[in-house]
């Protein structure tokens, strides 16, 4: 059974950093493309970064033009482990975020699904 | 950007009700590639159809997605309890990928 576990959110003030990590188990990690996914309080969802697996060009990254240049994703596939890097938080980064697992392409449709960490900027 | 639009917003039914969602895409969203996610209070997606129609593990026969090109479509055939949650759609076929706002289907 595929199981993604998300940690490192919080609370952290507009300009601050943090760094999100997820646990994957059950599957080939270093196979698979996996993602960042997020979901404002109340509100719907939003693609933020993918980095690519083992198919392809390895290690290749993408993001959503919201965060580009200030959110940075990285995996090590020795520790089974993504990261994502958060600088330059603004009060509209405030979200749950998903790690998730694409499937078909690097920016396929989702057939996993972590439990979220909550991620909150305010002063 | 492929723009997804939801509709209708809130989905008001009864148990045993049929409840059609619709998808509409700003352009033809290539082979298909339409998901349709099921989100429940509290909890994160869970993955019901892919390429439009395709039913994931798990997922009951009463619920098939259908469409093509710009409008898709998630069909709950008899409305179980379980069913009354917000429903997501996704296009993959362009970079990036998007998601529709969501329809709540709610108890009348």
């Known amino acids: 059974e595929v199981q993604l576990l998300e940690s490192g959110g919080g609370l952290v003030q507009p300009g601050g950093s943090l760094r999100l990590s997820c646990a994957a188990s059950?599957?080939?990690?270093?196979?698979?493309?996996v993602s960042w996914v997020r979901q404002a309080p109340g509100k719907g969802l939003e693609w933020v970064s993918t980095i690519s697996g083992s198919v392809g060009i390895p290690g290749t990254t993408y993001y959503a033009d919201s965060v580009k240049g200030r959110f940075t994703i990285s995996r090590d596939n020795s520790k089974n482990t993504l990261y994502l890097q958060l600088n330059s938080l603004r009060p509209e980064d405030t979200a749950v975020y998903y790690c998730?697992?694409?499937?078909?392409?690097?920016?396929?449709?989702?057939?996993?699904w972590g439990q979220g960490t909550l991620v909150t900027v305010s002063s | 950007e492929i723009v997804l639009t939801q509709s209708p917003g809130t989905l008001s039914l009864s148990p045993g009700e049929r409840a059609t969602l619709s998808c509409r895409a700003s352009?033809?969203?290539?082979?298909?590639?339409v998901a349709w996610y099921q989100q429940k209070p509290g909890q994160a997606p869970r993955l019901l159809i892919y390429a439009a129609s395709i039913r994931a593990t798990g997922v009951p026969d009463r619920l098939s997605g259908s469409g093509s090109g710009t409008d898709f479509t998630l069909t709950i055939s008899r409305l179980e309890p379980e069913d009354f949650a917000v429903y997501y759609c996704q296009q993959y076929g362009s970079s990036p990928q998007t998601f529709g706002q969501g329809t709540k289907v709610e108890i009348k």
């Open positions: 998730v697992r694409p499937r078909i392409r690097d920016e396929g449709y989702i057939d996993s």
């Open positions: 059950g599957y080939t990690f270093s196979g698979f493309a």
């Open positions: 352009q033809s969203v290539s082979s298909n590639f």
